[in-house]
T-cell receptor, first 113, second 117 residues
Framework: QQPVQSPQAVILREGEDAVINCSSS?????VHWYRQKHGEAPVFLMI?????EQKGHDKISASFNEKKQQSSLYLTASQLSYSGTYFC??????????????FGQGTTLQVKP | GAVVSQHPSWVICKSGTSVKIECRSL??????MFWYRQFPKQSLMLMAT?????????EQGVEKDKFLINHASLTLSTLTVTSAHPEDSSFYIC?????????????FGSGTQLSVL
């Protein structure tokens, strides 16, 4: 089952904040976040491994609530370069140890000047 | 960082022909690679897991005979779309991890836009 991302699209002004959520109906082993710009390959942002774990990368951070089977990506003081489509990729508990990810449907973020 | 190269970037072919897409890991050995299909403004749909030296593992609903995957070496996996039809037109993208294990980030190829006329 594909994880569900919300919202589907966000439009921001430069400097504003945004939150993107990723929810699963199955128990998660880890959550990965990637950003893809139009016509380009997805680029890795971060991996969250443990329940309650939080990570940060510049002004982009994320949390993973293992019990709720969900993760949130936080973008603070957004920059024009943050524009793109954000995907969460999930590894399910009990899945084979190959690193296979199932991706959410994506959230399109547009940052305007 | 690790680099995954994918060729061609785009291809146009006639209906009924076969198209081969290559995915190479340039600076690491990849025993496992993943192939995805992506429609405009949609998600990365996992098609199959490519395993070096063994058969690929296909996701439910993906036709094995339609999408042939060969992973003949530790740095190369190929996806062949056989007898392509217009409905096969899509963006195909591969990925690989340095180690086929959990917690490993994926490095993606730049993708191949396939248009079948």
């Amino acid at each position: 089952q594909q994880p569900v991302q919300s919202p589907q699209a966000v439009i921001l002004r430069e400097g504003e904040d945004a939150v993107i959520n990723c929810s699963s109906s199955k128990a998660l082993y880890s959550v990965h976040w990637y950003r893809q710009k139009h016509g380009e390959a997805p680029v890795f942002l971060m991996i969250l491994l443990k329940g309650g774990e939080q990570k940060g990368h510049d002004k982009i951070s994320a949390s993973f609530n293992e019990k709720k089977q969900q993760s949130s990506l936080y973008l603070t003081a957004s920059q024009l370069s943050y524009s793109g489509t954000y995907f969460c990729g999930t590894e399910y508990s009990g899945s084979s140890n190959t690193g296979k990810l199932i991706f959410g449907q994506g959230t399109t973020l547009q940052v305007k000047p | 960082g690790a680099v995954v190269s994918q060729h061609p970037s785009w291809v146009i072919c006639k209906s009924g022909t076969s198209v081969k897409i290559e995915c190479r890991s340039l600076d690491f050995q990849a025993t496992t690679m993943f192939w995805y299909r992506q429609f405009p403004k949609q998600s990365l749909m996992l098609m199959a897991t490519s395993n070096e030296g063994s058969k690929a593992t296909y996701e439910q609903g993906v036709e094995k005979d339609k999408f042939l995957i060969n992973h003949a070496s530790l740095t190369l996996s190929t996806l062949t779309v056989t007898s392509a039809h217009p409905e096969d037109s899509s963006f195909y993208i591969c990925s690989a991890a340095r180690v086929p294990a959990r917690y490993e980030k994926l490095f993606f190829g730049s993708g191949t836009q396939l248009s079948v006329l």
